[in-house]
């Protein structure tokens, strides 16, 4: 597909999606919830595919959230596409994982977006927050609920609640970023978390990732533990070669061969 609003591009076992609306900070227009949808439906059925990087293009922003004059132009509101908000904030049964670097402005839905991805990677310039009340909305996007969850209930209220914006470093002190670095070391620490992500084996990786995201939902960490051999994922992972390979891998004292079976 050739599309108008992002860039996509596959490296080996890895997928770069980027937003390519740089003139108006990567926000969403109807085009792009729509293109949205379809690179995230085309990296989940990718089975070649296990890590997707999505960032902004532009240097200036990862996404300033929804693009308010083309609702205004349209004189209605956007229509998500069957996973949600941006193609992702609904996706729940996607277990591969995604990475958000983000370099700039990631508020609103911009935030919301890389709340949904499993990693974030910042630049000490970026800024993040749910603006949304300033303006007289809510965060739909699911970026209050996630918020709460991922760095706790007080901390999450002081965001909502006031609508401050947050830099790089107060997010990794809250616990929502990952990593923080200067612009210039940007790439390179994206490169290092992919390589080491890309080192294990890929259904091992979906497998954590399913559990531990199924396992929230479960009343405590027994249920959760006697919950996950039920779990999709899980019991691809245990039935795989690639399961053995790690352990003949080990014993025979090499690199592990991945086959993603």
């Not at 004059?69 to 004189?75: D, E, F, L, W, Y």
């Amino acid at each position: 597909m050739q599309y108008q609003t992002l860039s996509v591009e596959r490296r080996g076992h890895l997928t770069h999606l980027t937003l390519n609306r740089p003139e108006v900070m990567n926000a969403i227009n109807q085009t792009m919830h729509d293109e949205l949808q379809h690179a995230f439906d085309s990296f989940a059925s990718d089975d070649t595919q296990y890590l997707c990087v999505v960032r902004g293009a532009g240097g200036r922003a990862f996404c300033a959230g929804s693009d308010l004059k083309s609702i205004a132009a349209r004189g209605e509101p956007h229509v998500y596409p069957r996973h949600g908000y941006a193609g992702l904030i609904e996706r729940f049964d996607l277990d591969k994982p995604l990475l958000a670097a983000v370099d700039g402005v990631a508020v609103g839905g911009g935030f919301e977006l890389a709340l949904a991805c499993d990693l974030i990677i910042a630049t000490g310039h970026s800024r993040f927050g749910l603006p949304e009340p300033l303006v007289g909305a809510v965060a739909l996007g699911g970026g209050m609920h996630r918020l709460a969850r991922q760095i706790g209930l007080k901390q999450a209220m002081g965001l909502i609640l006031t609508g401050e914006l947050v830099g790089a470093e107060e997010g990794l002190r809250l616990g929502f970023v990952n990593a923080v670095v200067a612009p210039e070391a940007f790439e390179a620490e994206i490169e290092r978390w992919c390589t080491s992500i890309l080192r294990c084996a890929p259904l091992a990786t979906r497998a954590s990732k399913q559990s531990v995201m199924r396992g929230l939902a479960e009343p405590d960490v027994e249920k959760a533990m006697s919950a996950q051999q039920g779990y999709p994922a899980f019991a691809d992972w245990y039935a795989s070669a690639d399961r053995l390979e790690g352990a003949r891998a080990f014993a025979e004292k090499r690199a592990p061969v991945w086959t993603g079976g």
